[in-house]
């Protein structure tokens, strides 16, 4: 029997993604053993992230107690959901373990994508994301953000930033540009070396000098790593040492295909929905590994592995392991219910947004502080 097709590009994932076809395919590893520190984050303990290119290097620098660079990006595109916080929680992570943080606020790339102009992009990057990032528990203080429109008011800094994206073009073809992202035009080539600068420049000297860069992904976002790898291989003027990267499960959308989406309001949770919200959406979209009627489930059980509720609560809204482990065993025999699974995950989604929802307004005036340095 034939496998059924998925897409995954950087711009779209579609159908029910097959992870071990995706390593092969992109050429990535399996992330197997860490140290005992990586154990405490449930993303790493419970193999949310999944793989990893080059990732001994980064092991290396925390081991010795060196310093190392975690680059990523965010995408002014709509309102900052669960999905989003995949990310946010890595970035708290590194940062503990003495990370320096470099966050590209990737405003070019969705004034072509998304048709905004960019006071408009700047404002949702600020209002959605950054607070967000703070009322997680982000110290922007330990961070280097800046946005791809305007690098930096350090002329030095700027013109080395923008002199890496214009000299990587000579070392990428069209037909490679091509051969990794299929349908490609002049915006998304653009995008794509300016990203590969995002990803190479701290190392700079105008920036922090040679030192190791690691940059966590959705896996969906690896066609952006490999070509700036390859460039980086060619490139003369700057000897740089190879990006490191991990690569995490998708978020699933709350009705259980592709990966939660902005661009779909009947797909996301955001941080700044209220409790009712919250109800409505769990209980009208989210996508149920039980059964028709109760008296089948009860005899034949539900599938937590597909059942989105049960995903949220691995994800991030059930710490305790044996507690999860539990609720598998419940849904799975049929003695927890679906609905029972949806109450339980509300009431663990409004109680951390309570919480949350304090934050964001103590960061509010952290936010309108910083911005002011940028």
């Not at 060196?66 to 890595?90: D, E, R, Y």
């Not at 013109?159 to 490679?176: D, H, I, P």
């Not at 915006?187 to 190479?200: T, V």
């Not at 034949?300 to 597909?306: E, V």
Request: hydrophobic share 40%; net charge positive; aromatic share 12%.
């Amino acid at each position: 029997m034939q496998k059924k097709e998925f897409n995954v590009t950087p711009w779209e994932v579609e159908g029910k993604v097959d992870y071990a076809r995706l390593i092969k395919k992109f050429g990535i590893k399996p992330l197997k053993e860490l140290p005992d520190i990586f154990m405490t984050e449930v993303l790493f303990r419970r193999k949310i992230i999944f793989a990893h290119r080059d990732i001994q290097r980064i092991l290396e620098a925390i081991k010795d107690k060196k310093s190392f660079v975690m680059m990523t990006g965010l995408m002014p595109s709509g309102k900052f959901h669960f999905g989003h916080a995949l990310v946010v929680k890595q970035m708290i992570f590194y940062q503990k373990l003495g990370a320096k943080i470099y966050i590209a606020i990737a405003d070019l790339e969705a004034y072509n994508a998304r048709h905004k102009s960019l006071e408009e992009l700047k404002k949702i990057a600020i209002n959605e994301y950054l607070i967000n990032y703070v009322a997680l528990g982000l110290d922007l203080k330990k961070c280097e953000i800046y946005f791809q429109s305007a690098r930096s008011d350090d002329s030095k800094k700027s013109n080395a930033y923008y002199r890496l994206a214009s000299n990587f073009s000579r070392y990428a073809t069209f037909n490679e540009f091509k051969a990794i992202y299929g349908e490609i035009s002049p915006g998304k080539m653009n995008a794509s070396l300016l990203q590969a600068a995002d990803m190479f420049h701290a190392q700079l000297p105008e920036f922090e000098g040679k030192i190791p860069v690691l940059v966590p992904v959705g896996v969906d976002q690896d066609p952006h790593l490999r070509i700036a790898r390859d460039i980086a291989k060619r490139y003369k003027d700057n000897k740089f040492i190879q990006l490191s990267s991990t690569y995490n499960l998708f978020f699933p959308g709350l009705k259980g295909s592709g990966k939660m989406s902005s661009s779909d309001e009947t797909s996301f949770i955001s941080l700044t929905d209220s409790p009712k919200e919250v109800e409505r959406k769990i209980k009208k979209y989210a996508f149920s590994g039980g059964q028709a009627t109760v008296e089948e489930h009860r005899k034949k059980g539900g599938n937590p592995d597909i059942d989105v509720s049960f995903q949220y609560l691995k994800f991030l809204f059930e710490p305790d392991d044996k507690k999860l482990q539990r609720i598998y065993d419940d849904y799975k025999s049929g003695k927890m219910l679906t609905s029972e699974l949806k109450n339980y995950l509300i009431k663990k989604i409004n109680d951390f947004l309570k919480e949350h929802q304090k934050k964001r307004k103590l960061a509010k005036k952290q936010i309108d502080n910083f911005m002011l340095k940028v």
